[in-house]
């Protein structure tokens, strides 16, 4: 992992000030000559900056985050626990950490920070952005805000707006972590039990009825207690705790809320249509937190978009999953956009590999 300090004071939208940012990141391969064999991934919301660990399915020789080919680059976003400034960030005074001081974010300021960075690493466009969840919620502001910065990107099961039912989810887990008695206290360690159940909470959106019913149902008729889909939450409560931080969880989360590419851009549609990459949409047929037609609205708008919606029993967390469908459908994006092709815009496909 890398830094990068941006010494200079940070403006954030809602007004309130950072005296300067630390960016951790990740970079692999070679940025070439000209500074255009960039591939920048915009991860999701309790990931981090090696992408090579959390998305294994498409990194490496034969998928499409090849370092032999691109420069790729993975940055720690604003708020996060995993190294960029956040609730658990010192300052370069050594004073303590925030905690839950720390100023509530949107998406741009996190895309502030990225296109901070890019600069640092003399990237002069972009071959490929890639950002699923809460990653192409990132990606969308970058590329409305940066047009000629990208050749193509690439927004997997993501929205222009966060719904309302998105919305709800992250403040039902908020009202978890506010009810832990612990948050709220100066240590890392605050509100672990209520971030606990936030994620329980959680999972039943990243996932959905049929993949539960297929790997979490239990065969003995006789029992009446101890169902596995109940030890299935305990764990994965548990899995998030022992690795996140509740503080970052809660800014996070807020942030993602805030996600509205309209917001000063006279709406969605117009503010859509400022994108001049070649946009390849992906949603994915069983989630139902970011449903295919939030999808299908960003493919209406983009002006060279299209959309092809991939089939997995595994609701959001497919983006995860599929990544056999995802990378093979992102290559065929990548050969037919080369400057040589004409890409088929707007043309609606259902995915069946």
């Known amino acids: 992992m890398k830094k990068y300090l941006h010494k200079k004071e940070v403006v954030l939208e809602s007004g309130?000030?950072?005296?300067?940012?630390?960016?951790?990141?990740?970079?692999?391969?070679?940025?070439?000559?000209?500074?255009?064999n960039a591939v920048w991934v915009c991860h999701a919301l309790t990931a981090h900056s090696d992408v090579s660990e959390w998305w294994p399915g498409m990194f490496g020789p034969s998928h499409v985050l090849n370092p032999n080919d691109y420069y790729i680059v993975c940055a720690n976003v604003l708020g996060s626990c995993y190294g960029s400034s956040g609730p658990l960030h010192s300052s370069q005074d050594g004073s303590a950490p925030a905690y839950g001081d720390f100023p509530n974010i949107t998406i741009r300021d996190m895309v502030k920070m990225h296109r901070a960075l890019a600069d640092h690493l003399g990237i002069k466009q972009i071959a490929l952005g890639i950002g699923a969840s809460l990653g192409?919620?990132?990606?969308?502001?970058?590329?409305?805000?940066?047009?000629?910065?990208?050749?193509?990107?690439?927004?997997?099961?993501?929205?222009?707006?966060?719904?309302?039912?998105?919305?709800?989810?992250?403040a039902s887990q908020r009202m978890a972590?506010?009810?832990?008695?612990?948050?709220?206290?100066?240590?890392?360690?605050?509100?672990?039990?209520?971030?606990?159940?936030?994620?329980?909470?959680?999972?039943?959106?990243?996932?959905?009825y049929d993949t539960y019913a297929q790997q979490q149902h239990d065969e003995d008729a006789e029992k009446?207690?101890?169902?596995?889909?109940?030890?299935?939450?305990?764990?994965?409560?548990?899995?998030?705790?022992?690795?996140?931080?509740?503080?970052?969880?809660y800014v996070l989360s807020k942030a993602m809320d805030s996600h509205h590419v309209g917001r000063h851009r006279d709406g969605i549609?117009?503010?859509?249509?400022?994108?001049?990459?070649?946009?390849?949409?992906?949603?994915?047929?069983?989630?139902?937190l970011f449903p295919l037609h939030e999808q299908q609205r960003?493919?209406?708008?983009?002006?060279?978009?299209?959309?092809?919606?991939?089939?997995?029993?595994f609701g959001h967390d497919g983006f995860l999953i599929e990544t056999k469908q995802i990378n093979r459908c992102l290559i065929d994006f990548i050969q037919r956009t080369n400057p040589s092709s004409q890409p088929n815009y707007r043309s609606v496909k259902t995915l069946t590999l």
């Open 16 to 36: 309130m000030t950072l005296p300067q940012v630390e960016v951790a990141y990740h970079t692999y391969g070679h940025l070439n000559p000209s500074g255009d």
């Open 136 to 170: 192409g919620m990132q990606l969308l502001e970058w590329s409305i805000e940066e047009p000629r910065h990208f050749r193509r990107i690439a927004l997997i099961a993501t929205n222009a707006q966060h719904s309302a039912w998105g919305i709800a989810f992250n």
């Open 177 to 208: 972590i506010e009810a832990d008695p612990t948050f709220g206290a100066p240590r890392a360690d605050a509100g672990a039990k209520g971030m606990k159940a936030a994620r329980a909470m959680a999972l039943l959106s990243y996932r959905h």
């Open 224 to 249: 009446i207690d101890g169902y596995k889909a109940e030890a299935y939450q305990y764990y994965q409560g548990q899995k998030l705790a022992d690795r996140f931080n509740a503080y970052s969880y």
């Open 269 to 288: 549609a117009a503010a859509l249509q400022r994108i001049q990459a070649h946009a390849l949409i992906i949603g994915i047929d069983s989630d139902v």
């Open 298 to 313: 960003l493919a209406e708008y983009i002006p060279h978009a299209e959309f092809h919606a991939i089939q997995s029993p």
